[in-house]
């Protein structure tokens, strides 16, 4: 067995803490074991082009592939639906909580956003869905780190901005959550709130020393939810949503499309054993393709 694993993750700071929870963890399990960060630059760190996709994996896919790191932590939301044939998802931690928040302004902590507030989000799907919950708001677009859209709503760039909760959880930064926004309007993308740690295809030692940090129930959910999207052609330009919930050995799984608009929505769900997660998730892309899903993101593309 290798005495040392490098471990690639970008140099934000939301993904060195999400890294280093994954290597405290992997290092109190494999005393005997070097775990080695090594910090990489993603496309889309560099290049935040607004109405693009910024692609997060891509410069550790490379290196992975390249031989020059053995493991990868990616935010499980960042991952590509479709993997490199030579890139193999070997762990997801247990997750985070999935769900949305908004960030406000301090005169609006405690409140709801007034009429015609400024919203900031480059997603979307939040877009959609903020519109579909208060079509009063303005939504702007606003890119950039958990630093960056903070910093938008301190200075008073924009009213509100929404992020995920998991991301400011694990920055250690929960004060500045201040409204939980309820999955039944704010359903969260595929896969949000998880971890995902990718290893080259094959590799046995990586695979097997990441095994013990893997949560079986988070991994299938992570499965359903990113099935569900793949089976609509999904990716970061379109507004849909996927949730997966246990329900004993079982996962009720929820999906939706939207328009861009968010005035129609089609959301359907479906129950089914979590061993056959994928499986789940094919079935109910499937599902809302068969009643409408098609129109309704051929208009969005």
């Not at 903070?150 to 992020?163: C, K, N, P, Q, W």
């Amino acid at each position: 067995m290798t005495a040392k694993l490098r471990v690639g993750t970008r140099r934000s700071p939301l993904a060195r803490a999400q890294t280093d929870w994954v290597l405290a963890r992997l290092r109190q399990r494999h005393r005997r074991i070097g775990f080695e960060p090594v910090l990489l630059d993603a496309s889309g760190d560099k290049n935040r082009t607004p109405g693009g996709s910024p692609d997060f994996t891509d410069a550790l896919d490379r290196a992975l592939l390249q031989g020059e790191i053995d493991l990868a932590v990616h935010s499980a939301k960042d991952l590509p639906l479709t993997l490199d044939p030579g890139i193999a998802l070997v762990a997801c931690p247990e997750r985070a909580d999935p769900r949305d928040c908004l960030v406000m302004a301090r005169p609006y902590r405690s409140r709801t956003p007034p009429a015609g507030a400024r919203v900031g989000s480059s997603s979307l799907r939040r877009r959609a869905q903020l519109l579909r919950w208060r079509p009063d708001l303005e939504v702007v677009e606003i890119r950039g780190n958990v630093d960056t859209r903070v910093g938008l709503v301190r200075s008073g760039t924009v009213d509100a901005a929404i992020l995920a909760m998991a991301g400011l959880t694990r920055l250690g930064r929960e004060v500045e959550i201040g409204r939980r926004l309820p999955v039944r309007d704010f359903l969260p993308a595929p896969a949000q709130g998880a971890l995902a740690l990718v290893a080259r295809t094959g590799d046995a030692v990586a695979a097997g020393l990441t095994r013990t940090v893997d949560d079986p129930l988070t991994r299938s959910c992570v499965t359903a939810e990113r099935a569900f999207g793949a089976a609509l052609g999904g990716d970061c330009n379109l507004p849909l949503g996927a949730l997966a919930v246990p329900r004993g050995r079982a996962l009720r799984l929820v999906g939706e499309v939207l328009t861009a608009d968010g005035r129609l929505r089609l959301r359907h769900s479906r129950t089914g054993p979590a061993s056959a997660a994928e499986s789940l998730g094919h079935e109910l892309g499937r599902q809302l393709l068969d009643t409408g899903a098609r129109d309704l993101l051929s208009a969005v593309r």
